[in-house]
């Protein structure tokens, strides 16, 4: 049995491919980009474009792994609580038991990926559902990033680590901003060249159709969500950078921001259609949105109506051209 031809993206790569299912939001992108240059004179100064670069990168490695998840129709609540415990577990072992950053760093994306690792067995081996699943993981989590300092933030690590996410190699790209690229190349690369990649659009299309075609659903469902928990684990660790701290309230609400992202650019929550293009024209829609709203003094209330509109109005976009 074969899976459908319009579900598995096309070898080869050309403009056109790359653009096909994102038009939209990148179109919406781009009418932004230009009200926000008439709006304010500060928008289109290369300083705000790098700063806007280096304000999504943290929601940018989320949003790879919640691309793959929503992909299979499945979601992750939890990315948010891991990203803390992510950065709890990487100063505890390096600043408070005195490790290198290395390792603390390590130890960090092990405990992330096991955290995804328990989201991912709990919904492939105990059938529970991946929202119930996910939920329980997000309260775990923010529970244990708690648990191991009593709430309290970690300060003090070494100068070179916090230069890393402000120092402007070539005059442009920050580390920060390098990994976020490194990590939408792979996503990218995955899901276009490989088998594993269109075997995650088969089982989003249809799992039972999926595995009747000798696809590993458990193996590739509980896969997705490790990568999902690794690189929020990643993105805990790059937001320490910026921050030059760990606290165990970091990434409250994350994960909201990262579905939006995910559906923004066009990746349906059924599952079985999307792609990294598409998400990356959705992170930069909403550090675009935030970044403009900013600059134009509107206030955080405010601004989390006016996200929270788009995401109904791409949603709504979503179903209306399925209708059609």
């Known amino acids: 049995m074969s899976i459908a031809a319009d579900q598995q993206p096309k070898a080869g790569f050309n403009v056109f491919s790359a653009l096909r299912g994102a038009t939209g939001p990148l179109i919406g992108l ?33 949003a790879v792994g919640m691309t793959l ?66 939920l329980a993981m997000m309260s775990a989590a923010r529970g244990v ?55 995650l659009y088969a ?24 990568v999902s928990g690794l690189l929020a684990g990643l993105a805990g660790v790059v937001l320490a950078m910026r921050l030059d701290s760990v606290q165990p309230t970091a990434g409250v609400g994350y994960e909201l921001d990262t579905i939006a992202a995910v559906v923004i650019g066009g990746t349906s929550l059924t599952g079985g259609k999307g792609g990294i293009f598409g998400t990356l024209v959705g992170v930069l829609i909403i550090g675009v949105l935030r970044n403009g709203l900013n600059l134009l003094g509107v206030s955080p209330f405010t601004q989390a109506v006016v996200i929270g509109v788009v995401i109904a109005l791409a949603v709504a976009a979503e179903s209306f051209k399925k209708i059609r």
């Open 69 to 134: 998840v929503i992909l299979i129709g499945g979601i992750d609540l939890a990315v948010g609580s891991v990203l803390a415990l992510a950065m709890m577990v990487m100063g505890y072992v390096a600043n408070v038991h005195g490790y290198p950053m290395g390792v603390g760093i390590a130890v960090a994306l092990i405990v992330a990926a096991v955290a995804g690792a328990v989201s991912g067995l709990l919904i492939t081996v105990f059938r529970v559902p991946a929202f119930i699943a996910t």
């Open 203 to 226: 089982i989003g299309g249809n799992p039972e159709v999926a595995r009747l075609a000798g696809i590993n659903v458990n193996l590739f469902t509980t896969g997705v969500y490790v």
């Open 30 to 62: 781009v009418l932004l980009c230009v009200f926000l240059a008439f709006a304010t004179d500060k928008f289109m100064s290369v300083r705000n474009l790098l700063n806007i670069l280096d304000q999504i990168s943290v929601l940018g490695i989320m």
């Open 145 to 199: 990033a708690n648990m191991i300092t009593d709430g309290q933030q970690i300060v003090g690590f070494p100068s070179w680590f916090s230069l890393l996410a402000y120092t402007r190699f070539g005059g442009f790209l920050t580390l920060t901003v390098a990994i976020m690229i490194v990590v939408f190349i792979f996503g990218w690369i995955y899901l276009r060249y490989t088998s594993g990649g269109r075997s």
